[in-house]
């Protein structure tokens, strides 16, 4: 057994890491900073080269290409299996400076079998501190009438349901969604968001689009239904983006909130399947 974010724990990481395949591309230099621990700030670093972990030391490395900050609270709970660490980064829990191109190479290992059981052997020679209280979920009310998924008629239903949603500055953008695949073919809807509020909702492409979300018409009605989470699928490269990632990230945080959680319900219980 290791303590948790000491040396002795991040070499005993690295030992067992040696046995992760070869991933080309996969190469990063990447600082972690882990907020409000009981001693204060802990911070440490990764080298990868080609998905092999080559070091892994406390400190700051100075010319870090990505760096990742969480509270200690969370990154426990992500270590404990507690919190999925691609929806905490995907709801803003994980803060991302740095190179962004580099990350995203990196995300789609952390749903490979090698890397999963490598957590696990991590898990088992870890001695945590005390455990942090865990966090009550918001409880959603449903409300809302019928609509047939992915018409016109259930767009202009969400938007109404939406127009209760708090402004939030800084999270606008023009949003292309393609679904692939349907019964009927791929199906072609569009958002244009302004800090936070949902100014269109249509059928259609739209050709000023900022951001391009491409999904299959499963994964989305799994999404919508709740079977399959939204961050989980876009980290495991089941949804597709293309175009100004900022503006996307400008708007992840807003999928944690409880007023979102509560539009999300209200839209499951008027869409008809």
């Known amino acids: 057994m290791a303590k948790w974010l000491t040396q002795e724990w991040l070499d005993e990481g690295k030992r067992l890491a040696e046995g992760q395949p070869e991933r080309p591309g996969a190469t990063a230099r990447m600082q972690f900073v882990l907020t409000g621990g009981p001693d204060g700030d802990v911070r440490y670093y990764w080298v990868l080269e080609n998905g092999k972990l080559l070091e892994s030391d406390l400190g700051e490395l100075p010319d870090a290409e990505v760096t990742l900050t969480e509270t200690y609270e969370d990154a426990m709970r992500i270590q404990k299996g507690e919190l999925d660490a691609n929806a905490a980064f995907m709801q803003g829990r994980v803060k991302v400076t740095g190179n962004m191109a580099k990350l995203m190479a990196l995300l789609p290992i952390t749903n490979s079998a090698e890397y999963k059981q490598l957590q696990t052997e991590i898990l088992a020679i870890t001695e945590f501190p005390a455990e942090a209280a865990p966090e009550a979920e918001a409880v959603a009310t449903p409300t809302g009438a019928t609509a047939k998924w992915l018409t016109q008629e259930w767009l202009d239903e969400g938007k109404r349901l939406s127009e209760g949603q708090p402004e939030r500055p800084g999270a606008s953008a023009r949003m292309q969604y393609v679904i692939s695949g349907g019964p ?62 900022a503006k996307l990230m400008a708007l992840l945080p807003i999928t944690n909130s409880a007023e979102y959680k509560q539009l999300q319900t209200e839209i499951l219980v008027i869409t008809e399947f």
């Open 184 to 245: 009927e073919g791929d199906i072609r809807y569009y958002w244009v968001l302004e800090n936070g509020k949902l100014l269109e909702s249509q059928l259609g492409d739209l050709p000023d689009a900022e951001v391009t979300l491409t999904q299959t018409y499963e994964d989305a009605m799994r999404i919508q239904k709740g079977e399959l989470d939204a961050n989980a699928a876009f980290m495991q490269g089941r949804v597709k983006v293309t175009g100004n990632m």
